[in-house]
């Protein structure tokens, strides 16, 4: 059995679903085709296009120690004066993690391409969501889409931009305070909670003298969701649904180039060499920030919250750790999306049931190992 030591939620997990679709591979052909583009030689590859795509169950990429969002935040000092109290508070007032894909994905276009590397047609990619949940309940979602409106972008100019079209935060549900102390998130100690998001697109690709393009950052998307607590419901959430057609109220800032495709030449049946690209294979890193700061009522109380905090010290055995975190990365059939789930917990608390629950593969026993060593001073005997 496991002894609580942090006052935080034990775990905080991330779900992050890259969305695909084939009516957007319909839209762009057909506006690349009414611009007079030419056509395809054939479908030559298209009987591997349903293949299995790269990771099907996923495994443990990481067991790092992260180290801890800020010493300050972790100490409880005898003689604590004000401006210690300052930083240790703004230090709770920040909470970051970063979320990767484990692996290439390898479907950003539909099907492979005999008319050059960057093609548009067939193109599957169709945006962005992230997702987190407390049991049943849902504490934060996203979702960003191609904006429709400017499909033309990627037919004239190899470019996309996102939309958002969901959103629901809760500031009392978030990451912050970021502390091991029990401290809920309210509105008399905490304000203007902010909640960023910056998004990233990488690919390698090999070009048809081949030279390799290794990691060449195409695009950033950055998104920025103010939440005031008169925008919240009776729940204390903020939910918000793009109705068809319109602009969205929140801002997707960026965009990005299309992914390039890799050169791939075969020889046909006649044994005449032709050129070939493929599908596209590309990496996601997402940058999730929360933020807030203090009322001026909280500072004002400062010290009987310094004595608050020494008494859940002594009560509740602060214990200081890092942080650890795996991820796994599998293709759902059913959405026809990329699912990447993001664990990140203390250290210790990252155990082989937790694992298994996520249905990750470890692919060093070793690191598994190192974890049950972490874990063995919080275990009971």
Request: proline share 3%; hydrophobic share 35%; net charge negative.
């Amino acid at each position: 059995m496991l002894v609580p030591v942090w006052g935080m939620a034990q775990q905080v997990e991330y779900q992050t679903f890259v969305y695909t679709s084939d009516d957007l591979a319909d839209e762009i052909a057909r506006q690349y085709e009414e611009q007079g583009a030419r056509g395809y030689l054939g479908d030559l590859f298209n009987a591997s296009k349903e293949a299995v795509k790269g990771i099907a169950s996923g495994y443990v990429t990481s067991f790092m120690d992260l180290g801890v969002n800020a010493i300050a935040s972790l100490v409880t000092r005898n003689s604590r004066l004000k401006q210690e109290w300052e930083e240790m508070v703004k230090a709770e007032n920040v909470y970051e993690t970063t979320i990767n894909t484990v692996s290439e994905m390898n479907d950003f276009y539909k099907e492979t391409s005999f008319d050059g590397a960057m093609d548009p047609k067939g193109m599957r990619f169709d945006g962005i969501g992230c997702l987190r949940k407390e049991g049943n309940d849902t504490v934060f979602y996203i979702s960003c889409h191609i904006d429709r409106s400017k499909i033309d972008r990627i037919i004239n100019h190899s470019k996309f931009e996102l939309i958002l079209d969901t959103l629901i935060i809760s500031p009392t549900h978030s990451n912050l305070p970021n502390t091991p102390f029990n401290l809920p998130f309210t509105f008399a100690e905490r304000q203007n909670f902010s909640l960023s998001m910056n998004i990233k697109l990488t690919s390698s690709w090999m070009n048809e003298i081949v030279q390799l393009q290794k990691d060449q950052l195409l695009g950033e998307f950055y998104i920025n969701i103010p939440v005031g607590q008169n925008s919240l419901d009776e729940k204390g959430f903020l939910r918000y649904v793009r109705r068809f057609g319109e602009p969205s109220a929140y801002d997707v800032v960026g965009e990005s180039f299309i992914i390039p495709r890799s050169f791939m030449g075969y020889r046909d049946e006649n044994d005449i060499y032709r050129n070939s690209w493929g599908t596209g294979e590309y990496k996601l890193s997402i940058d999730l920030k929360e933020t807030c700061d203090v009322t001026e009522q909280y500072r004002a109380n400062w010290k009987k919250d310094c004595k608050h905090r020494k008494k859940m010290q002594k009560e509740g055995n602060i214990f200081v750790a890092g942080w650890q975190m795996v991820s796994n990365q599998r293709w759902d059939e059913l959405t026809q999306a990329w699912v990447i789930t993001t664990l990140k917990a203390p250290v210790g608390i990252i155990t082989k049931d937790v694992i298994d629950k996520l249905g990750i593969e470890t692919t060093s026993t070793s690191a598994l190992s190192a974890t049950k060593q972490a874990a063995s001073p919080m275990i009971e005997k």
